[in-house]
C-alpha cells in the first residue's frame, strides 16, 4: 500500500519567505509527527498529532513554525519569514496508534528545505 | 552534551563482516529503544524496536539494551553491500506519543 507521502520533494525559497510543506499519512493512521534533519545529524521532534488536535508542540524552534491537520489527515506544515538556518529534511512520520500504544513510525522521504 | 551520543562513522568493512553499531544516552528515563536504517534521499525506516532492557533478534539482525550502563547497540551478522547506509538509533520515554530522540547516525558501508 501507499506510504507516508511528502511534497514538495524539493524546496529552494529565498530568505524572507513563506513556505508550506505538505504531508500524507498512510490512510486510517491517526498519530503525525514532523521532525526536522539537519545535515549530518539525526531527526529532531518538532510536533505531534493525534487526530486534529496538536498533542505536542514542544519541538517547534519558534513562532514562526506553525502546523496544522484540519481533518485529521493531511498536515500542512507552514514556515513564515524562512532563514537560512531554516535550511533541513523537513520528514512527516505516522502511526497507528496514540501515546498508549507501541505502533511504529513510518516515515515518508521528506522535504528538503533550502534558504537562499 | 547530547542526550543520546552515536559516533557518526564512516565504518567501512568488508562483506562477510560482522558489524557493532553502538549508542549511549543519559536519559534513564527512556523504555524504548529503537534502531532506524536511512538510505540516502530516503526517510528512516524502522529495523528493531526493543522494550527496556534485553536481546532481539530478526534474521541477520541483533539489538541489545543495557540500561544500567545507557548504552544500547545493534549487531549486523553477515553484512551485505545493501547494508550500506546511515543507522540511527532512537529512544523514547514511556507514553507521550512516539516523540523519539536520535543519535546522529553512524554512516555504514559494506564493501564487495
Known amino acids: 500500500g501507499a506510504g507516508v507521502s511528502q511534497t514538495p520533494s524539493n524546496k529552494v525559497t529565498e530568505k524572507g519567505k513563506y513556505v508550506e510543506l505538505r504531508c500524507d499519512p498512510i490512510?486510517?493512521?491517526?498519530?503525525l509527527y514532523w521532525y526536522r534533519q539537519s545535515l549530518g545529524q539525526g531527526p529532531e521532534f518538532l510536533i505531534y498529532?493525534?487526530?486534529?488536535?496538536?498533542?505536542?508542540d514542544s519541538g517547534l524552534p519558534n513562532d514562526r513554525f506553525f502546523a496544522v491537520r484540519p481533518e485529521g489527515s493531511v498536515s500542512t506544515l507552514k514556515i513564515q519569514r524562512t532563514e537560512r538556518g531554516d535550511s533541513a529534511v523537513y520528514l512527516c512520520?505516522?502511526?497507528?496508534?496514540?501515546?498508549?500504544?507501541?505502533?511504529?513510525?513510518?516515515f515518508g522521504n521528506g522535504t528538503r528545505l533550502t534558504v537562499t | 552534551q547530547k542526550e543520546v551520543e552515536q559516533d557518526p562513522g564512516p565504518l567501512s568493512v568488508p562483506e562477510g563482516a560482522i558489524v557493532s553499531l553502538n549508542c549511549t544516552y543519559s536519559?534513564?528515563?527512556?523504555?524504548?529503544f529503537m534502531w532506524y536504517r536511512q538510505y540516502s534521499r530516503k526517510g528512516p525506516e524502522l529495523l528493531m524496536y526493543?522494550?527496556?532492557?534485553g536481546n532481539k533478534e530478526d534474521g541477520r539482525f541483533t539489538a541489545q539494551v543495557d540500561k544500567s550502563s545507557k548504552y544500547i547497540s545493534l549487531f549486523i551478522r553477515d553484512s551485505q553491500p545493501s547494508d550500506s547506509a546511515t543507522y540511527l538509533c532512537?529512544?523514547?520515554?514511556?507514553?507521550?506519543?512516539?516523540?523519539?530522540?536520535f543519535g546522529t547516525g553512524t554512516q555504514l558501508k559494506v564493501e564487495l
Open positions: 512520520a505516522s502511526s497507528s496508534g496514540g501515546a498508549a500504544y507501541n505502533s511504529p513510525l513510518h
Open positions: 490512510s486510517g493512521h491517526t498519530a
Open positions: 498529532f493525534q487526530g486534529t488536535g496538536a498533542a505536542d
Open positions: 536519559n534513564s528515563a527512556f523504555q524504548y
Open positions: 526493543t522494550y527496556s532492557s
Open positions: 532512537a529512544m523514547r520515554l514511556t507514553g507521550g506519543g512516539n516523540k523519539l530522540t
